[in-house]
């Protein structure tokens, strides 16, 4: 839970008093400074600081200049009509910030709650009350609409299989599967994984010519860590295994060690 003005809400607490919520003269006129300098909170160095009796569940929303002004975020919003209009979402005002599952129109009107994987939104910031908070997550992979409610698991699909933290189908063949690097990233070689996840992510690539992404220069500069290589295809060959995952086998394309090819796929030799 995030607070504005913690003077106010200590003094009240004090009296034993219910605060009630009123509106403040609040500035939104600040900017950001020219260089783009923010604070450690994110926020824009020249944000004034408010003073605003409003105390808001899931923080005080950022005006347009990226400062906060006396409005309430949102509640949280999880009514769905189908699995396409949830989205596996951290709420960074959240003590635990868990991943959980929003629907597409909290994230279009929260200032605070992106999706997954997403950076956190600039002035967010937990409340101090968070400090030593117990948190236990699961890690959400994937959201469906049950009932009209978003619901966030932390299980595949059936017919899906883990791939690094994407849920992929299963592969049914060796051709499902690939070898690639990450070229967007300054380290990370040649890894195996399904076609579906390379597919779907610009940077991931058999090869660097097959890729328009490139680290900032400089970026990588002292980091100690590989780099991805050229080409992944000079590495051995990626298999499918029976159980839907891909594994990396020989040279060419022989079953890894343990497994021996039956139906298009590698199966336990025992």
């Known amino acids: 839970m995030t607070y504005s003005s913690s003077a106010f809400f200590l003094f009240v607490l004090a009296l034993g008093l219910v605060a009630l919520p009123f509106t403040a003269a609040c500035d939104d006129s600040s900017s950001p400074t020219p260089d783009g300098s923010t604070t450690d909170t994110g926020m824009p160095l020249e944000c004034a600081d408010i003073s605003c009796g409003l105390m808001c569940e899931h923080g005080l929303r950022l005006g347009a200049a990226g400062c906060e002004i006396c409005e309430c975020n949102a509640a949280p919003d999880t009514t769905c ?12 005002t959240d003590c635990c910030q868990c991943r959980t599952a929003y629907n597409q129109a909290t994230l279009d009107g929260h200032s605070c709650i992106a999706e997954a994987g997403a950076p956190p939104p600039a002035g967010c910031v937990q409340d101090p009350s968070c400090d ?95 780099s991805p290589a050229n080409d992944c295809s000079m590495f051995e060959q990626a298999v499918c295994m029976a159980d839907g995952t891909c594994a990396l086998g020989g040279a060419d394309g022989a079953c890894p060690g343990g497994s021996m090819e039956m139906g298009g796929v590698c199966v336990p030799a025992t």
């Open 81 to 92: 009509a189908a699995d396409t209009d949830c989205v596996l979402s951290v709420d960074w």
């Open 132 to 226: 030593g908070a117990a948190c236990r997550c699961s890690f959400a992979l994937r959201t469906t609409c049950e009932a009209g409610t978003c619901v966030a698991h932390d299980d595949c699909a059936a017919g899906q299989v883990l791939d690094n933290l994407d849920c992929v189908a299963a592969c049914t063949a060796h051709t499902d599967c690939t070898v690639a690097a990450d070229y967007g990233n300054c380290c990370g070689g040649c890894n195996v994984m399904s076609r579906e996840r390379m597919d779907g992510d610009p940077c991931l690539a058999e090869r660097a010519a097959d890729t328009e992404c490139n680290p900032a220069p400089g970026s990588c500069d002292g980091l100690g860590c590989p």
